[in-house]
């Protein structure tokens, strides 16, 4: 099958193909079709569906390069991942954050329930591979919030888990040691709003980025509480975590069950909060897949070549059992 696709405009062709055409090359890639570039048209090559995907592809390409005034290889490789437009994230409203020219879309279907979830609920835990937006979308909604001012504080946390070295190791006072274990949030953070104003709410205790620890005796009213890479914690920091939880809070607890670096024998604190409290209404548990990664297309790949290798270990620890 053959389609001819004329392209709204011809200015924003560079934007569009990518940098040597390399928009252009992971959709030939992605779908497994010939596209040819010919002035202000596409001409596609390749079996029907295949054909009919792209040309829904490109128009989201066109219609997101309009209305941000830039596209990346990521944009495109998120609309690779989503589903047909009937099912997509595009019944839900756009995020708005503080940074004037970024709007956050979910980009998978999984991401379209994971914020559903956030928004619905006081309590949502949401599990993951890398890659999946967990604490991106986690801190956007945040952001959101604080911005239409249904909240009056953010507050993220994380384990400073030893993942190999030793925190004593490191150079630098308690502050430089555990920034490492924060980074994550503040690129997030950094993502939704200009430096300056990130820094300025920072110095006023609207925006908090803490070690788990530090959380430890409080009680957080009207404020949005992330807990990142909750794999890694204990059964007692997650319930000293829940139960930081006040009026007018919601708390979103994010990790990968299957990347958990806590000694050998330990069981995790998030793992064991899903069992216990997924059945309680206003909590929500989502579970994100390799489906919804959104970095670069061969994360995807890396996360399932990973699996491979661990499923057999997996069912000779339960033979051996």
Request: glycine share 6%; net charge positive.
């Amino acid at each position: 099958m053959e389609v001819t696709i004329q392209l709204d405009s011809a200015q924003k062709l560079p934007e569009l193909f990518g940098a040597a055409d390399s928009h252009l090359r992971i959709l030939r890639q992605s779908l497994g079709i010939k596209i040819t570039a010919r002035k202000s048209n596409l001409i596609i090559t390749g079996k029907e569906t295949d054909v009919n995907r792209a040309a829904e592809i490109i128009d989201r390409m066109q219609k997101h390069l309009i209305k941000h005034n830039s596209l990346t290889a990521e944009d495109v490789n998120g609309f690779i991942a989503r589903g047909s437009s009937t099912q997509t994230a595009e019944t839900v409203k756009a995020i708005t954050v503080y940074s004037g020219k970024k709007v956050i879309e979910p980009t998978t279907k999984g991401q379209l329930k994971y914020i559903e979830a956030m928004l619905a609920n006081d309590l949502t835990f949401c599990i993951g591979p890398a890659g999946t937006g967990k604490t991106y979308l986690a801190v956007a909604v945040a952001a959101s919030m604080l911005k239409k001012k249904q909240i009056r504080r953010i507050v993220l946390a994380r384990p400073a888990v030893e993942a190999g070295e030793k925190l004593g190791f490191l150079p630098g006072d308690i502050q430089a040691k555990v920034n490492p274990y924060l980074r994550p949030l503040f690129d997030a953070l950094e993502d939704m709003m200009d430096f300056s104003q990130m820094k300025k709410f920072m110095e006023l205790d609207i925006i908090e980025i803490i070690p788990l620890a530090f959380m430890r005796g409080r009680t957080l009213n009207q404020a949005v509480i992330i807990c990142d890479e909750a794999q890694n914690t204990s059964p007692l920091q997650m319930l000293m975590v829940l139960t930081r939880l006040g009026h007018g809070s919601k708390m979103i607890i994010t990790g990968d069950i299957t990347q958990i670096d806590l000694e050998q024998g330990q069981k995790s604190g998030m793992v064991e909060a899903i069992e216990i409290l997924h059945r309680i209404k206003g909590i929500s548990c989502v579970k994100l897949t390799r489906r919804d990664i959104v970095r670069h297309r061969l994360v995807q790949n890396i996360v399932r070549a990973y699996k491979k290798i661990q499923e057999p270990k997996g069912k000779r620890r339960r033979e051996n059992a």
